[in-house]
């Protein structure tokens, strides 16, 4: 049984910063892409970054030089590091592992920056 939990999120303030977490199971992980989507209210779920089976990092336009993706193949983990958060950033943050056709979601967790 496949599983992607994600953690980390919560309220924080504009310019604060924030760590998810996302840890697989029933995954061959280390030959997985892994990538975190957001989705905000009213919007269509957007890319945030992606990271390669062999550590390659890809960045949203609106996220490049704040954020910064990282696995952790022996803790069957992947990261996102958030700094400088604003307004824009709210929403809820999903894992996902792809390999070839197969393709798995975590459920998600929610990212609330406030002023």
């Known amino acids: 049984q496949v599983q992607l939990v994600e953690s980390g999120g919560g309220l924080v303030q504009a310019g604060g910063s924030l760590r998810l977490s996302c840890a697989a199971s029933?995954?061959?992980?280390?030959?997985?892409?892994m990538s975190w989507y957001r989705q905000a209210p009213g919007k269509e779920r957007e890319l945030v970054a992606s990271i390669s089976s062999g550590s390659r990092p890809n960045y949203g336009d609106s996220v490049t030089g704040r954020f910064t993706i990282s696995r952790d193949n022996a803790k069957n983990t992947v990261y996102l590091q958030m700094i400088s958060l604003n307004s824009e950033d709210t929403g809820v943050y999903s894992c996902?592992?792809?390999?070839?056709?197969?393709?798995?979601w975590g459920q998600g967790t929610q990212v609330t920056v406030s002023y």
């Open positions: 029933g995954i061959m992980f280390s030959a997985y892409a």
């Open positions: 996902n592992a792809r390999y070839n056709t197969l393709n798995y």
